[in-house]
């Protein structure tokens, strides 16, 4: 299901920057953009929206104060110039933050925050995106978190080994870290994350995964076992 989303930022080049970026990702359908909170109360009153990206710095009324004024306000994304409101925005429940200028890269990240339907009947949130799309040679490719194997580190580039193939990306093993879901991987080299569901066996300080054998750093070995003792 497509995710339904608005623009409220009173400056041009920011908005073309988050067009581009939005019409660059196949599930999100941007409905409108806005230059102030004003303009934007209609709509957020009479369609569904799923994602607001939000600028702070605006007329008449701040971001902030503007979501603190929504009762039922859609999964937020903040735009700003200005890093000083962030521990105040989080205190907002806001997906994330985003510093401009942003690269696409860091746009993708903060997506792969946003829960991809409803809250369902009891008020309790839905669990989050299982997959994120990442760009290779200005083709999007869609990467399932369960079809991923393990990722490797090579100098400035991630190499995503995945069950049907790989792809190699300009970005850090520490952003992956970040964006997969903890329960579900383990960084256990300094150079390896692993799908802990894809292990065939542990021996000594190696991971056998499809057929490939992994090293356990020493570091990282204590956490690494703490957590497979937990999964059940």
């Not at 970005?171 to 383990?186: E, V």
Request: charged fraction near 25%; include cysteine.
């Amino acid at each position: 299901m497509n995710l339904k989303c608005i623009i409220i930022e009173d400056e041009l080049p920011a908005q073309r920057v988050l067009k581009k970026y939005i019409a660059d990702i196949p599930y999100l359908d941007l409905v409108n953009t806005f230059k102030s909170p004003v303009e934007a109360m209609e709509t957020l009153q009479s369609k569904s929206v799923d994602v607001l990206f939000l600028d702070i710095n605006l007329p008449k009324i701040s971001g902030l104060n503007f979501l603190r004024s929504l009762r039922n306000p859609p999964q937020v994304i903040i735009t700003t110039a200005y890093p000083d409101y962030a521990h105040e925005g989080f205190e907002l429940n806001v997906v994330d933050y985003l510093l401009k200028p942003f690269s696409f890269d860091r746009f993708l990240k903060a997506l792969s925050k946003i829960q991809t339907t409803k809250n369902n009947s009891s008020g309790h949130p839905s669990s989050g995106n299982r997959f994120v799309f990442v760009k290779v040679d200005k083709v999007l490719h869609k990467v399932d978190f369960e079809d991923i194997l393990y990722i490797e580190s090579d100098k400035d580039y991630v190499n995503i080994v995945k069950t049907d193939g790989s792809l190699m990306l300009l970005q850090t093993l520490k952003y992956w870290q970040d964006l997969l879901p903890d329960r579900d991987f383990a960084r256990v080299h300094k150079s390896f994350i692993v799908n802990i569901s894809k292990i065939k066996k542990i021996a000594g300080n190696q991971i056998e995964i499809a057929d490939r054998f992994i090293p356990v750093g020493r570091a990282f070995k204590q956490d690494f076992l703490e957590k497979i003792k937990t999964i059940s």
